[in-house]
T-cell receptor
Framework: AQTVTQSQPEMSVQEAETVTLSCTYDTSENNYYLFWYKQPPSRQMILVIRQEAYKQQNATENRFSVNFQKAAKSFSLKISDSQLGDTAMYFCAFMKHYGGSQGNLIFGKGTKLSVKP | DVKVTQSSRYLVKRTGEKVFLECVQDMDHENMFWYRQDPGLGLRLIYFSYDVKMKEKGDIPEGYSVSREKKERFSLILESASTNQTSMYLC?????????????FGPGTRLTVL
């Protein structure tokens, strides 16, 4: 069975600085997807960034980037130039790659990030 | 934009009541999911459905059932609500197909069972 571990229950960062959220996972699969989801206070969960395991290049989306280390089964999220709107719960998630079938997400327990002015 | 809506943002029920949580998506997604979110536990999958009238148990199905009579609607049913079912319930949907099958989430229903 797959597991996802986020070892930092809470983190804080000053506005405009950079912060890295950690995520490790355990799987025997070779093909899979990894995700970071963001859940702002009292708002809907949205996708921040995704990574296909077969791609060696780390995914980036504007101020968000990942450090994907497949051998180490590590998938950290870096937020550059942190903004107050980045304050949220962040969930790391794993999905097996079924190649056309449904895929279930396995979530970590989340990291609560606070961006301070 | 994909829209996933849930029938209630907040719900208060009494122990033993039958509770229905409704979820509707407007993007013709095949897959639909029900999660439960508790502090310190993350999101845990209760049930999912990959087609009309099809359902599969997730990690914590006990005490819950689901119904999917139409593609756009997925209902979670608590047959006899108990206090340990007080939680945030999130619905999600996704396409079936090649690709990363991103899941789109509803706003959540915060259920309190007294």
């Amino acid at each position: 069975a797959q597991t996802v571990t986020q070892s930092q229950p809470e983190m804080s960062v000053q506005e405009a600085e950079t912060v890295t959220l950690s995520c490790t996972y355990d799987t025997s699969e070779n093909n899979y997807y990894l995700f970071w989801y963001k859940q702002p206070p009292s708002r809907q969960m949205i996708l921040v960034i995704r990574q296909e395991a077969y791609k060696q290049q780390n995914a980036t989306e504007n101020r968000f980037s990942v450090n994907f280390q497949k051998a180490a089964k590590s998938f950290s999220l870096k937020i550059s130039d942190s903004q107050l709107g980045d304050t949220a719960m962040y969930f790391c998630a794993f999905m097996k790659h079924y190649g056309g079938s449904q895929g279930n997400l396995i979530f970590g327990k989340g990291t609560k990030l606070s961006v301070k002015p | 934009d994909v829209k996933v809506t849930q029938s209630s943002r907040y719900l208060v029920k009494r122990t033993g009541e039958k509770v229905f949580l409704e979820c509707v998506q407007d993007m013709d997604h095949e897959n639909m999911f029900w999660y439960r979110q508790d502090p310190g536990l993350g999101l845990r999958l209760i049930y999912f459905s990959y087609d009309v009238k099809m359902k599969e148990k997730g990690d914590i199905p006990e005490g819950y059932s689901v119904s999917r009579e139409k593609k756009e609607r997925f209902s979670l049913i608590l047959e006899s609500a108990s206090t340990n079912q007080t939680s945030m319930y999130l619905c999600a949907s996704s396409l079936v197909g090649l690709g990363s099958n991103e899941q789109f989430f509803g706003p959540g229903t915060r259920l309190t069972v007294l």
